[in-house]
């Protein structure tokens, strides 16, 4: 069984427990800052019964561990910070984070025509911030599938089977 303790101020320790002949022992399975996906898998790798990544948060934040959250998350709180401190994003990516956060059922979407975002500008949104490098390699993944593709040349005409009346 795995738990968390304080150690020294700011430091935090996963411990492991274990019956032996001598009595119960524990052992260190590792020390942290901040509980972050890492110390998590490292945890996991190290423990002899490998406790999953939720009981892992529950007993940091139950003995007072700073837990990171999600990557997505801090990146929201960056941009929040720079918001605040006056930088604005640019007026295309403002609408779809827009779209993005509002909830495809509820009716606080824009219902001006103009303000509303094309399928084509959602569906681009994951190429957002992807590398020239990156963009060359998928378009010549594709290009590569298209010329993998059979042609099928057609006659010049088309026969039809010929139609008898009755």
Known sequence: MAYVVATKPGRFEVRESAS??????SRTLASFRELTPEVVAKI????DKPPTAEELTRSALKAGAPVRGPELDQIAREALRR???GERPDPMLRRLLLD????????????????RISDAARAATQWIGVGAEERGN???????LADALPVRLRPHEIGFPRLKSA
């Open 20 to 25: 032996t002949a001598s009595g119960p022992r």
């Open 44 to 47: 996991r790798v190290r423990a």
């Open 138 to 144: 998928t378009l010549r993944e594709l290009l590569d």
């Open 83 to 85: 918001m605040a401190n």
């Open 100 to 115: 993005a956060l509002t909830d495809e059922d509820r009716s606080d979407r824009p219902a001006d025509p103009e303000a």
